[in-house]
């Protein structure tokens, strides 16, 4: 439960810095991240190599105790490096080049721009690799932002034809995987496939899907080669990559393999106002505090692709710039934020930016302090929260050692998987299904019943949970096969499990495809929704309305929910279930309910705006809605705050007895 | 009558083959089109041709005594012919290549690829033409799908010299049609001319709209070089292409002039999803049965395309995965489709497709049977269907023969116009205004008020109806004056009728032109409205709201309805009759039940959602409302079906009298 | 008070053209533009000059008495001359051509388009700048119409960095004043310089207003050629052009410096129709009138970029071609605009056009007569203004020239600042905020209590003023900090004044910037809304609601309004007042009764869609609603018109006393 902040030395004059890193200690910040913009500030002329700025800021910010996170430049190489490489520009899905004057200028796949990214870190690493105040570095910024995972210039035909071949050896094997035959879309050689944009209608979507996971391998390895020059240079520093909200154009889990934490940016009111998940609705009532699950939903599934390590890299501290409408946090938001993270274990929360720079694109993004230098609201704040952590070490005898070690959910699992998310938006059948949404609005169903979450890859040991939730794990391999047969707890498989072969074929045996040996069931046809229409569900475990997904199940399975038809909705028995449509929360909440209560899980219904996390017998209750609200645990302590929760409002419980 | 499906035994083992011609014939099918996106298959390598598997197909398919509709592939070209001929791709509006990688990567004006086409089509029809199984030649598929008429590449300019010179002679001409004077956009010869794309502002309409026809006419003659190698190596075979719903790029009643049969592919509640013609509240009440009109103004159109013959060739089976919402269909919705088309004079309904494809673009489609094999829902309507024909044979005593030669309409008809509908939409004036959406609503009164009705070209014989409606013919030709001179029934023009003269310039003496001698009056002005203000109209005739479009109009006429000002907006006497708006829905039926007086036609109000159409003495009613309903004619007797119709479903009635 | 015509003999027999001249006589027409798209007709073949239809058009018009305002016609050069230099074609944004085909295929900063602009300039005005007949030359056509300002083409670039050489010198100052440290976006020398568009995400701000300004200043040069040849040739004849309605894509300020006076071009409903700053519900109100603000907004603001000076350009006449819809104008509306345009000042109102063109874009557009040659409505409204003006001039006793001379309102300013609109909306902060939005509203309630107000450029003399109102000076210059230190009036600076550095960097001790010194307070930080909140806003002043733009402001200035946490929305006291935040209008009339009573001004509020305009002596009132409404002013008689005002009614009163 650390403070941080990000910091740019390089926009202020020298004369500043010392207390820049004075009054960063002051504040209670212990870690500092720097560098990852500064490309033409180190190398403002090919070649020549300016390090003295850098070195004098490591210096003063090591004088001063604050442990640093370095980044690597490569999201701003300068204009005289892309001059020199113009083939490592993207081009968008129009074929159009993305050219220089902001940032993210190249793409993954350019090997041209790879050698001189290993140049520049290869150096950084050299120079830095030892010093006392590096505890660690970043890689890149940020991969993806902008929408520059997907590119369609030369250099990235290049790599998928590279990619194709060492995928399926001959061409005749993709054209079977593929069923290029469909329509006449066979080819002769790889050197004949082109990339999926700018065809006359949608272009085959098992293509598809290989250029989605071939750019997703591009991020891996262009990430895997800074990992290994930072590792052979600076050994014993944690590496880590910052990733961002709501964000599925690459394999998470599988950048996060080579690297020792993951962490995000998160930005609560950005988000907010920018989503299309969230309705008018929601956007009004959390016009200033965010929604109640977007952080926490974030902070789960990057802690699963950090390994169980999560830092928050970037927090936002005020208004930012870049959403539709930029509004002013409410008093006390930037202090839940900070502390709805650290109860998902966070190590470090880390504000974005320490001072509002009066210049460039982000002029109106909010700092620690204003860009008069003066402290912003958010100053206060995190000198408060800084303060608090102390106090929860003194109250509850917990070390820092040991706070950091309180152990998280471990017993209720929701699969997220980036491959089925890819699968399944690449022909959605309904507009109003997105994968995305469907997990997040699971998600949500259960935290607000007070559960505590962990959100597990497809590849995540599973014998530890009492409940597991597949949202729509629209391919079972076979390695999730084989632990879903040896699971203990109690399951459920949402609509579209099991739908499509790894080719983005239909199984034989139609879906849940293999995961009928577990649940005997066929799904024969499927009714795709619009939003307007909501067909009623009754039955066992509840009524309430199905939405956007409702499929047709043949089974002998006994019926949980039915629909107007009296056709199976939910079937299952003893820990087995099959969920065939997206319902409305609040029969969502009615049947997660039940499946905890198998699972041997208490639940119960928090109110509006209000959610609660336990790691160890500490219990975080924050209330993100507009009005005050009221929470009190049975047999706990309350530690910080008070059990009315005004809005924005944060309270710690301890709980008397073990954790249950 | 005869049933019919859309078979891809490409797309299988062989090994199945024999079994599906079974299940075919027990199903009641009797015609299969193949082969229409299978040139990969059948020429994998440039010039090495495979014919085996068709020749056994077609030999199999033969045996079970199954009639073929044998496709040209010409929609599908293989990636290695395309890689030969790159100029043959489209580009779209914005000047982007239309590349490989789906299908239609074609311009119709592309003599390279019409000289490929020559090729394969020639190769086909020397092979097939005389095989005992072929019943029919499909002419490549579905021109134009995804907006592939208008094309903006090298080959469409030189095109469009060609048809320029051939139709103007002298660019003088083209000046002077044009208007070019206008801003200085004389030409001094055909080579200056440009595409009407990627101009400033709005290139000149006259110019758009010779684009559009050249662009038509490339279409045409695309088909005609197919059809003159068919009818040279396969004589006696019905030639045929399918056209496809709310689709007006090109020319249809050119193109059927070539061929034999009309058909088209009709996908109800895809397009109730996908089209902005009908309101939020249409989408919601027809979601499962789809709009009450929609096959029946295609049928009646597509029947005056193809000289009185009709076909369907594909009818949607089940959810579709095309639309933005793929709902599945009401119990028994695929039966009322298939009877509409048969009440409308379908001689053919072909379901699409025989078994839905496990991989490619539209693994998510329905078909008779589902990916596993097994029948899926539409196979037991088809069947019943199939099982119903034989029963109305029966019980009214007409065989095959008999029930195909009943009589059509013959006495109401609606002039729709490809020409008009180019014309009237380059220059909307109000963007509430489209011309397909007008005469669909005129039809769907017509209907309403349970009237037969044909819709005839522009050119075709008026010579037996009672009642013509010409909704906005906005150019009369000579043609088409002399017949309206010599025509003895009811006529109604309606706004916009005769606003243009054939070079899209306003007629010398103003609107309606040379309609002025049929109807004395003259359109002043003109008030193009958008959608929330919908002035009152009231008089003799009734009293509604107009909308849309509302002409000032100057007659000595009588006024039969009049606006708030007292200006006349409905004006006629005798058999002559002018309406100068748009109006809405009720009114527009009090309108139509008083000309279908005045014309000796009798009206009923059919209840919502309900539609009858009448052949000889058969009279056919359905229900696309999703409630029960009600309808039972005078002095008949019901052959098929019930009084009651519940949602979806047919009764079928035989008149005592002759046909009224 | 004259009126005047737009037309086009060139597309018309020359047998019509004397009975044309006869007929503009007897309407009351005394002003004839022409000329301005005829280049073809001009030289219909390079450097083939074909004068005589012109000379003979001249001089018929002359004959009759009529002053001709000859325009240039370079916004439609040739298509033999767009071929010669096809590096003269713009780009838009995405990088495309913009081809020729309509009318402004050119980019601004193209010298080779200037050379044939010399040319031909040159050749008209030795031919005609002695010509009896010419009382004005027009400069090109509607500078920018179709979004023709900001062109991102090769000669673009080329100007765009001598433009910068010429203002920074050095690429390090330019690198300093942009802040391009921010994402390593330093450039080594002016050549590495792109334009701001296809970026990755968005470019530097500073970069962005750059180009801007720059793609402004080519306009300037391209005018200010123009207007150096036609000063030489064509001595003692005012120079004009023609602006459009809620355009800020050049600086209008500037080109006007080098003009005498300015025009426009005022079509109150198609600009009703089609722009995004009316409500759905202002649309549907004044459908038929326009909006009450949008004909005044525009006279008083373009009168301050003609120095004072004032023509009405093009007037619509009747239903336009070019918006989404194309109502016709309720009876007496044409009358009613040219009145409005008179009231403010207008020495000439211009009519488009003399007689509907049947061919080309604009065939649906309407004229004084219609295409076939009759009158149509606006004709007869046209000579009733004539009539109207002669009884004024009798009533009052006020000749021509007297009339002319009557004086602005000289008492009421609102700063409108081109450089101002360009900085905030470029980056927004809350999308529902717009610069020119915010401007009208303050405009509309200004206007709405009777006032009558002079808009004013940054640069313009305040001394007369005892209101003065700045919507959102984002930077304040020293000229500007001068004037208002000695500006003796009541001020009142809105939100965002002096935010911004003339770098488009924040102020170094944040807004207001330099204004500080005049409004002791400081903008800590931003709170930027969507529409669909509106916090509520009371205090001494009045009480309602802010909306979009929220500052929150330190300051020890007395509170006027304050927001629901009582931190200041409205600061000030004595002459100077702050006010931090956007309000609905009721609030802000409310806000402006109290400055201009602080400002010894009278206000009142008017019925619903009336306003009221004086000039000296004169008042004159007008009714836009839909329903008839009642207007009387004190101690004043009526000249023209009635107490009681029909929908667009017109009434003009005389003051018996000075005006006040
Ligand atoms: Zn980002
Ligand atoms: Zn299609
Ligand atoms: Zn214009």
Redesign the interface.
Known sequence: MKLGVCYYP??WPKSRWQQDAQEMRKMGIEYVRIGE?????IE??PGELHWQWLDESLDILHSQGLKVILGT?TA?????LV?RHPSML?KDE????????????YTFASLEYRDECRRIVTLMAQRYGQHPAIASWQTDNEYG??D?ILSYAEADLTAFRVWLKGKYGSVNALNQA???????????SFD?I?L????????????RLDFQRCCSDQVVAFNKLQVEILRHYSKGRDLVHNYMGFFTAFDHHKVGQDLDVASWDTYPLGFL?QEAIYS?EE??TY?RVGHPDFGAFHHDLYRGCGKGRLWIMEQQP??V?WA?????PAGGAVRLWTWEAFSHGAELVSYFRWR?????????H?GLL???GQE??AAVEAAHVAQEVRQLSQQTGLDADALMALPDSGRVALMFDYDACWSLDI?P????YRYLFWCYRMYEALRELGLSVDIVSSEASLDTYKLLILPAQAHISDGLQERLNNYQGVLLAGPRTGSKTD????????APGPLTSLLPLTV???????D??RPSVFGLWGEGRLCHWHE?INTQLPYLLKDEAGRPVLVGANKHFYLGSCLDKSLLKMCFAKLAASAGLATEYLPSGVRIRERGKLIFAFNYGPQASHYRPDNAELVIGTEVLPSAGVAIWQRQTADR
């Not at 593929?178 to 002769?188: H, L, Q, T």
């Not at 999926?196 to 293509?207: D, F, I, M, R, W």
């Not at 539709?324 to 002013?328: I, V």
Request: hydrophobic share 25%.
């Open positions: 390089e926009h913009f500064s490309w033409s500030t403002p002329e430049p701003t190489p300068p204009k005289w001059d993207a129009q074929g159009r080049f993305r050219y220089f004057g902001s940032r993210r200028h932002c902008h520059t593929w069923g290029n035959v469909f329509w006449s879309m066979d080819y002769r004949e082109e999926p944009n700018l065809t006359v209608t949608e272009a085959n979507p098992s293509h106002d008018q956007k009004q016009l005020g208004p710039n539709p409408h930029n509004p002013t509002q720079a009066p210049f460039g694109q982000e002029q109106m909010a204003r860009p008069d912003a609201e022909q059948q309904s507009r109003a080719s983005y074929q239909i199984p034989e045996n139609l024969e046809r499927v009714d795709a929704l619009p307007h229409t047709q």
